[in-house]
């Protein structure tokens, strides 16, 4: 069954904590991708990246990082969680290119108190 | 410029109703574009998509979608809703460097 799984689901964290968001997939795709999602405003690429230790910026990458050390899981890291951060962050795979279908988790909701 | 134009952030349609969504794009190339939908409290799934050969591509669930170049467009119709269609509707450009441009989504709401 092709998976993509984010841990946890939902997470509560004060502003200035570390926050690590997991993401796994089960279909070894090359591909793989991080977003947030704000009412109103679709989805907003963080990252992406393109293999093991192959990532890139997306649209509004400041205050997060990433790494892919090996290619099924992708984290998601913020260094002193701010409260703009509070939002759903999706993760996202997809095989060798965004013109194929991108397979996505079922979101992380994070807030930041 | 790249980017997805979704004019509608809310329709309400009658069940049994026909529907279209709008999407209108704009990208240099050939557009890749797909649909895809979000029901609630859940991830995103793929519709359908587009990336060349005939304008209408069929997705799941009845749903179908026109690829107009003249028009920048690829409107998502389904000719009868049902409840279980409520959801927000994305559609998407597929940009370069394997980046998708996202637009702001449509919710669709059934009207019993």
């Known amino acids: 069954d092709m998976k993509v799984t984010q841990m946890p689901r939902y997470l509560i964290k004060r502003m200035g904590e570390n926050v690590l968001l997991e993401c796994g997939q089960d279909m070894s795709h090359e591909t793989m991708y991080w977003y947030r999602q704000d009412p109103g405003l679709g989805l907003q690429l963080i990252y992406i990246s393109y293999d093991v230790d192959s990532n890139s910026e997306g649209d509004i990458p400041k205050g997060y990082r990433v790494s892919r050390k090996k290619r099924e899981h992708f984290s998601l890291i913020l260094d002193s969680a701010k409260t703009n951060q509070t939002s759903v962050y999706f993760c996202?795979?997809?095989?060798?290119?965004?013109?194929?279908?991108?397979?996505f988790g079922k979101g992380t909701r994070l807030t930041v108190v | 410029a790249q980017s997805v134009t979704q004019p509608d952030a809310r329709v309400t349609v009658s069940e049994g109703a026909s529907l279209q969504l709008r999407c209108k794009y704009s990208y240099s190339g050939t557009p890749y574009l797909f649909w895809y939908v979000q029901y609630p409290r859940q991830g995103l799934q793929l519709l359908l998509k587009?990336?060349?050969?005939d304008p209408v591509v069929q997705g799941v669930n009845g749903f179908e979608a026109e690829f107009s170049k003249s028009n920048s467009s690829f409107h998502l119709r389904k000719a009868s809703v049902h409840w279980s269609d409520s959801a927000v509707y994305f559609c998407?450009?597929?940009?370069?460097?394997?980046?998708?441009?996202w637009g702001s989504g449509t919710k669709l709401i059934i009207k019993p």
């Open positions: 998407v450009l597929s940009g370069s460097n394997y980046q998708l441009i």
């Open positions: 996202a795979s997809s095989p060798d290119n965004a013109n194929t279908e991108v397979f």
């Open positions: 587009y990336y060349s050969g």
